[in-house]
């Protein structure tokens, strides 16, 4: 069985260490610069850890699931081992190692809340066809749904995902903050977002719009804005009902 | 068994009266201007229909489901008849019947899509408390879910509820139209976007934002901004994104 490293111990080394590690993968050791959190997440997986890279043990694949920017700096610091890291925004090419790839979970991961990866999409790219083949049964160990595809795809990708998981949250977050406001309980709009998402199994999102902005009621749309008293809440209505009403003209 | 008579055919009209009649309630008449409309969903109903109010039959109820701005309007109309509208953004008082409510399912509806209402929040306002009492028991014989409010509590959950659906289903809309370029089904986004509101069963929203500007991370942020060519997209992920960083400070 392959031998795995864990670089990183944040969201997404977390989840992808605790899947891959139930589903009787070999986690070796974590590595991680903050070792009370590669404590954390090592005794989760009953492996060894370490803070420096130095101490890096043999194995036959470091996965590398550090912030975007660090990305680069750690692969300088890795030996000639296969290696692959796990973030949708930057190239393949930024490690240049023999068998160099890209194993990107494409999930919201917070630390604490667990989630089934199988339904996961698994985003793979590889610098040669006999690696992609090893990362995909490695990836299929954990999920059913695998994708290839390229850095370019993946930027675009993750842009999409920002968009549908992390804008759409932050619309939660801005109702949340309304309705906190009047005292009134966040969970009275659940039956309206469940209802909103559940449309989009059948229907393109676009084709089920609704709301005063997609009906171009401009009066509404005013009156709101008017209504609205924190002036970053009241630019977001007017921008994002602009291209709502853009996109429906 | 109280007569109703709805007076509209857009989408609540639609769902309000078919769940009504669904759960033995006398839908009696429907009236729209649209006579097409209004004939489609009396069909629907087994009733009586017209385009004139002029023609309006005797009932104990009538139920304005008009477009806000054609309120105002349809409510100098109607007879001294007990009388809801159905909006979340318009006043009770546009009306001044001796009897006067409002209805206001907290739902996204759209023509063809079934929704079962019974979770779906009713947030009733009348006048008076003998009429309150009456259309909560109306309200319940379709929802489990009932809630007092007043006009200004309601305008504020319908300016909650649009960044709740409408935006965020904007933002779903903003993704396809991104993968769709690169010939990538929206499908793939589905277990993401599930997962994100699946969390809100148990956290708030703001507690689990995820992301580069919930991070921080400028250079992602920049580099999205690079990618992005549509103006109005590049626009709406910056604004959104300074949002996320303005409220995560």
Chains 1, 2 share one sequence.
Not at 29 to 48: E, M, P
Not at 78 to 106: A, K, M, Q, R
Request: proline residues 2%.
């Amino acid at each position: 069985m392959k031998k795995i490293v864990l670089v990183g111990s944040g969201n997404v080394a977390t989840h992808l260490g605790i899947s891959l590690k139930e589903k009787g993968n070999n986690i070796l050791q974590v590595i991680s610069k903050n070792k009370k959190n590669a404590k954390t997440l090592a005794d989760r997986l009953s492996c060894n850890y370490s803070n420096n890279l130095n101490n890096l043990r043999e194995a036959d694949l470091i996965i590398v699931s550090v912030s975007d920017y660090a990305i680069s700096e750690v692969m300088n610091q890795i030996p000639e081992i296969p290696v692959v890291h796990t973030s949708g925004s930057v190239d393949l090419d930024v490690c240049s190692n023999l068998h160099s790839g890209v194993f990107y979970p494409l999930q919201t991961f917070n630390k604490n809340i667990y989630i089934n990866l199988s339904e996961v999409p698994i985003c793979i790219e590889a610098n040669n066809a006999e690696f992609e083949k090893e990362l995909v049964i490695l990836a299929k160990s954990i999920s059913n749904n695998i994708v290839l595809m390229n850095s370019n795809e993946r930027k675009k990708i993750h842009i999409a995902a920002i968009f549908a998981c992390n804008f759409s949250n932050h619309m939660y977050s801005i109702s949340d903050e309304i309705l906190s406001k009047l005292n009134i309980d966040f969970k009275l709009l659940l039956p309206l977002i469940n209802q909103t998402v559940k449309k989009l199994n059948s229907n393109k999102a676009i084709d089920v719009q609704t709301g005063p902005a997609k009906r171009g009621d401009l009066e509404i749309i005013n009156k709101h804005i008017n209504l609205i008293s924190d002036e970053t809440i009241k630019e977001l209505y007017q921008k994002i009902s602009e291209s709502i009403i853009k996109h429906h003209e």
